[in-house]
């Protein structure tokens, strides 16, 4: 069975950092592209960033230079530090696991299992 525990959301001023952690249970870390989506309020859900099986990153463009997406492969944790935050970074972040290798271009469509979420607040 696999789960996946976002931490570490919470409120920040604008131009701060943040560190997100996902534990994840019943995935192989080397088999699967791991990722990171957000959703802002009455927004789509978004793809932020991810690792694929192989650890290469991939970024969405408006987080790029900013975020850095990481993973513990003993401890089995996903991370996302988010570094210089803007006000349109405010949403629930959630972490996903893919059925497959890649990560692609990171459309939620492809990702079979999801977190609760964590909430991230940017104030200016």
């Known amino acids: 069975q696999i789960e996946l525990m976002e931490s570490g959301g919470g409120s920040v001023q604008a131009g701060g950092s943040l560190r997100l952690s996902c534990a994840v249970s019943?995935?192989?870390?080397?088999?699967?592209?791991m990722a990171w989506f957000r959703q802002a309020l009455g927004q789509d859900r978004e793809g932020v960033a991810g690792?694929?099986?192989?650890?290469?990153?991939t970024y969405a463009d408006s987080v790029k230079g900013r975020f850095v997406v990481s993973r513990d492969n003993a401890k089995k944790i996903l991370y996302l530090q988010m570094n210089t935050l803007k006000v349109d970074d405010t949403a629930v972040y959630y972490c996903?696991?893919?059925?497959?290798?890649?990560?692609?271009?990171?459309?939620?469509?492809?990702?079979?299992?999801w977190g609760q979420g964590t909430q991230v607040s940017v104030t200016s």
């Open positions: 019943g995935v192989t870390f080397n088999f699967h592209c």
């Open positions: 996903a696991s893919s059925a497959g290798y890649n990560c692609g271009t990171l459309n939620g469509r492809y990702f079979k299992s």
């Open positions: 690792l694929d099986g192989g650890g290469t990153p």
